[in-house]
C-alpha cells in the first residue's frame, strides 16, 4: 500500500517534472552566452534565497544553525544536525559552482545586482508558503514532495558538452543532480503517513498539481522561448499518468 500510495504522488507530478526538463533541455539547445546569462541571474537568486515557508534563505537559515549549535545532543540529534549542516553546504555549493559559470560567461566578478527574482518565481514562493502556513499537514507536505521539480532541470543540464560553458554547466548540473534527484523520495514517507482516505489523496494530489503547474510557468519564465503556451499544455496532457 506505502509503495502504491508513493507511486501515485509520482504519478501526479510526473508530466510537470517532465515538463521542467524539456522546457531546460530545449533552451540549451544551441543557448548563447546571453541565453545562458539569463537564466543563470534567476537560477543564482533561487539557490540564495529558496524562501517557502520551510526555508528563509541561506542567510537566516545558516545563522540560525549557527545559533543552535549549543543545542547539540541536547534539545537537537546530532544526526539531525549534520543533515541540516549538509544540506545547506550543498545548497551554498550549488551556489558556488553555478556562480562560476555566470563569471566565466560574463568575463567579470559577479555581484548581488546580477541575481534576480522573477515575477513566476514569486509567485511560486507565495503558492507554496500558502499551503505551509495554511494549517493543513497534509497538503504542507506536498510542498516538500514538490521541491526541485524531480531535478529535471539538472538532469538535462548535466547531459551539455561541445564548448566550455557547456562542460561547466554539465559538471556542476551532475553534482546538483545527484544531490537533489533523491529529495523527492524522503518527503514522500511523509505524505504517504499523512494520507489516511480518498479524500486525503485528492487533497494531496491537487496541492501537487498546483505546485508543480507553478514551477513549470517558473522554468517557461527562466528559459523563455523555449516552449510555448500551447506546447507546455499539450506536453503535460501528453505526459499524464492515471
Known sequence: MTDSTEQTLVDAAWPYWECEGEIAKRYFDGATDEDHTFYLRAQLWKELHPVDGFFNGL????????DRFPEVDRSIDRHDYHFLLTQLTEEFNHYVMLADIFEHVMGRK?????????????????????????????????????????????????K??????????AHAMEIIYNDEKDHYAEQAKVC????????????????????????????AEMFPGAMTAGEIDAFISENTRG
Open 59 to 66: 542567510h537566516l537559515e545558516l545563522k540560525d544553525l549557527v
Open 110 to 158: 559577479i555581484t548581488a545586482e546580477d541575481t534576480v527574482q522573477l515575477a513566476e518565481e514569486k509567485k511560486l514562493g507565495d503558492v507554496r508558503r500558502g499551503y505551509v502556513e495554511g494549517g493543513d499537514e497534509l497538503t504542507k507536505s506536498a510542498v516538500g514532495f514538490t521541491e526541485g521539480g524531480g531535478a529535471r532541470l539538472f538532469r538535462e543540464g548535466a
Open 192 to 219: 504517504v503517513s499523512l494520507i489516511q482516505s480518498d479524500d486525503d489523496m485528492a487533497r494531496m494530489k491537487g496541492a501537487i498539481r498546483a505546485i508543480s503547474l507553478q514551477r513549470v510557468n517558473m522554468r
Open 160 to 169: 551539455l558538452s561541445g564548448s566550455t560553458v557547456n562542460d561547466m554547466t
